[in-house]
């Protein structure tokens, strides 16, 4: 999209890398934060994003923004969220094509949506209203998902191509969600390539995924696998270059091992392949949760302690 930065290689912002991220000289490197993790917390989160933000170029990924859902928009999650972006300036704000609850209850997934005209009549209206509250493009991701519905009478690049049309909002193209997607569903990844408006994406998403041989499912707990290697190469092409960061939010390595992923990614950019070995090993201690910095470093003796 006009006016939006070419970005380069990411990461995703995780807690077990802060420190990495914060000492020695600044690397060409840009990072994703989740937007609900920074949004309505003050103290060492916020202090956390400001330090990031000042050092490097920063976008917000938010997962509840539920533009799909038939409740009224979240005025109060919008405005929170235009604060924290007022503060901080990233180069853009992105959600996901899915609704995560409904009469009020959050069900904390990203749930897959119809796709029909009414359907995209309902998504447009919402997404014209987010961006005029936070006055900038909103970029949407496609979801990865496991069932179809059965009135659906668009298919989903289709559904994104209109709306950005309708709305003039961007895209993030989730090559692994791409992948798991057409897997379940049983079809065609470089058919869903050929049918997605390239021209509209802003950013992709690359992260791993669990193969159980019937169905796949997106876990982001394990390096990319070949066959999406393959669909990037293809996607960065057409996107002409696309910024593109690796989510990596279970059994997170270190972040040397995550950024040794990441650069796999030049390969393809330059139109080779690389072989695809596995980094180290990982633990369940590393799993992203913002828990772990809202607790106060003063409080790690007395934590100890109760242990």
């Not at 990072?31 to 916020?46: K, L, T, V």
């Not at 006055?135 to 709306?163: C, G, K, Q």
Request: with cysteine.
């Amino acid at each position: 999209m006009v006016g939006l930065p070419r970005l380069g290689l990411g990461l995703g912002l995780r807690n077990v890398h802060f420190d990495a991220i914060l000492s020695g000289k600044p690397q060409d490197l840009w990072f994703e934060a989740i937007s609900e993790n920074f949004m309505d917390s003050g103290g060492r989160p916020r202090a956390i994003i400001r330090a990031v933000a000042e050092r490097y170029p920063v976008v917000l990924h938010g997962v509840s923004l539920s533009i799909g859902s038939t409740d009224p928009l979240d005025t109060g999650y919008l405005a929170s969220l235009k604060r924290l972006a007022d503060e901080v300036r990233p180069a853009w704000i992105s959600d996901h094509l899915c609704w995560t609850g409904v009469n009020g209850h959050n069900s904390h997934d990203l749930l897959p949506m119809p796709l029909t005209e009414e359907s995209l009549a309902h998504v447009a209206k919402r997404v014209l209203e987010v961006q005029d509250r936070l006055e900038r493009p909103l970029i949407l991701e496609n979801p990865s998902s496991y069932v179809r519905f059965a009135h659906s009478t668009m298919d989903e690049p289709d559904f994104l191509r209109a709306l950005t049309e309708q709305t003039g909002c961007g895209l993030l193209l989730d090559v692994n969600n791409v992948y798991v997607s057409c897997f379940n569903a049983g079809t065609d990844p470089l058919a869903y390539l050929d049918a997605f408006p390239c021209d509209r994406v802003v950013q992709m998403h690359l992260a791993g995924h669990q193969d159980f041989g019937t169905h796949v499912i997106d876990t982001h707990d394990r390096p990319v696998r070949p066959e999406v290697w393959e669909l990037f190469a293809i996607a960065w092409a057409r996107t002409g270059g696309a910024s593109t960061l690796l989510e990596w939010d279970d059994q997170i390595p270190d972040f040397v091992a995550c950024l040794s992923e990441l650069r796999k990614a030049e390969n393809y950019m330059a139109g080779d392949s690389a072989p695809h070995e596995c980094t180290g090993p990982a633990t369940r201690d590393s799993i992203s949760n913002p828990v772990d910095f809202l607790v106060p470093r003063a409080m790690d003796s007395v934590m100890e302690d109760a242990a």
